[in-house]
């Protein structure tokens, strides 16, 4: 698995006093996201200044001259300050659990940069996949910022080409960037069979394998079980043509023989597949099968090209 840094950027995640109403709703996405990048695997970060930080603010008796230092409500306060009741009592308690299994960046980085944003930077620029973890109203200084499990997920999707990563590392990222898709074993192996270089077709298969998880659910309910239509809506959605097999195709039983791949025991035919060159290097997958992944969409093949 590639490893990722995700730093809680204590800039991103005070909440303005005109949005305080807010409040618990930004929180609660931000306890999900840590949740789900703890689940993840990810490095979870945090600077001692988020931590222990000064110029608390009592929301209850704000007077005209901390008004004027700030129009915010800080981190710290909201979640250490006991007379603060701007979060929910639970919210709050799930919270500092999560914080306190985040790594303290001061603590364990030599010459950790000066702040979060400037240490995720780093990272950056060291070929490392990083990024600032902000409420939703929040802003960060080292792009890209994520603050719910959607922006979380395409992140993940970003990964890929800022690490340079090989073609292993790609496939076992892609449980985390593609969750309703699921590979055949060794298919890591088959780039090598595109006559398109790695590097260039990564960023297509990506394109392709995005739409596969996010909207092939979807187009399938839009179109029913009429494939042409399936075909055209992916073909526009992908970039790519996408397509089945054609009848000629299906009636050569020694090509279809070579479309077939095994799941966990289970010979499954792909004939779906997307033309990432219009003769050749090819991508063949499956709707997927309720006994095989729980129904996942499989992807089967990387190919340059199979007979017809």
Known sequence: MIEINLAIDEEGMAVPFSGVENVESYFSDLTMLLKKAKQDKCRLWIKSTALYGINLINNDTIDKQSAAITDQIMFTDLIFDINNHVLEKDTKRLLLKQIEQCKEIDCEVDNPAPTTADQ????????????CIVLRSGKTRTPPAIYDEKSLLEFYREVPAMVNCTE?????????????????????????????????????????????????????????????????????????????????????????????????????????????????????FHFGKPEIANGRILICHFVDHFTT
């Open 120 to 131: 995720v930077r780093v990272w950056k620029d060291n070929g490392q996949a990083a990024a």
């Open 168 to 284: 292993t590392e790609y496939i076992a990222h892609a449980a985390i960037s593609f969750p309703r898709l699921h590979f055949k074993k060794g298919i890591d192996t088959e780039f090598r069979r595109f006559q398109e270089p790695y590097p260039s077709i990564r960023n297509k298969m990506s394109q392709a394998l995005t739409v596969l998880n996010d909207q092939l659910e979807d187009i399938r309910g839009a179109c029913g079980q009429e494939w042409a239509k399936i075909a055209r809506m992916l073909t526009i959605k992908i970039g790519f043509e996408t397509s089945p097999e054609s009848p000629n195709t299906h009636g050569n039983r020694v090509a279809m023989r070579e479309r077939h791949a095994e799941f966990s025991g289970h010979d499954v035919c792909c004939d779906w597949h997307v033309k990432f060159q219009p003769t050749t290097d090819r991508m063949h």
